[in-house]
């Protein structure tokens, strides 16, 4: 995850390849779905090339009481993304009196996403939450959004989903799922100069968010 970078209306298409190279592959994120809650998990590390910017980074944002979203890519763009979509679900509660699903929520970012792919947000997002059920959603920064039981976004994604298909059932008990998140971003880091420096897990259930946080 960087912090920033510049772009331009007269990107070519070489540039703008090189730059979601080094944007879209510079962190570790995780999200496991089961049948009770789901758990987002990401390391703390920002980088701008090969140059560590942030040691201290929060990666996963809340966005409502049953909803959080991990992020990966331009800074810039990811906070933006989140608070538009914050300030959206709370727009449409005080209007309808009904909780937004988390559904909606990730069709809401698609279409923000995908209408700027001439001028793209730069971003990878995990969306998780609880609204009848435990909810995970992958949204890419062409707007694509995909349901999954587990997933790993970033250049730590093919250390970390190895070691969640390793040991991943639907039934995993809350503990054994933040242990399970927490190995697979602590497995990236240890091969992965891009992610690093402690790991923030965030389990959203029926009610609840829990919050836990382990360092290196």
Known sequence: MIPLDNIDGNMTYERLQKLLQ??????????IKTRNFTVLAADRRATSGYYIAHKKIRKIVQITDYMAMTTAGLVADAQILAEWLSNHLRYKYYTTKMRPSVRSAAEYLSVIIHSARFYPYIVQLLLGGYDTKPRLFNIDWFGSVTE???????SGSPIAIGVIEDSYREDLP???????????????????SFSGNGIDVAVIGKDYIKWYSFDL
């Open 22 to 31: 080094k944007a879209l592959h510079g962190t570790t994120t995780v999200g």
């Open 148 to 154: 999954e039981e587990y997933v790993a976004t970033g």
């Open 174 to 192: 809350e503990g054994e799922a933040v242990e399970l998140a927490r190995r697979a971003v602590y497995a990236a880091t240890k091969r992965d």
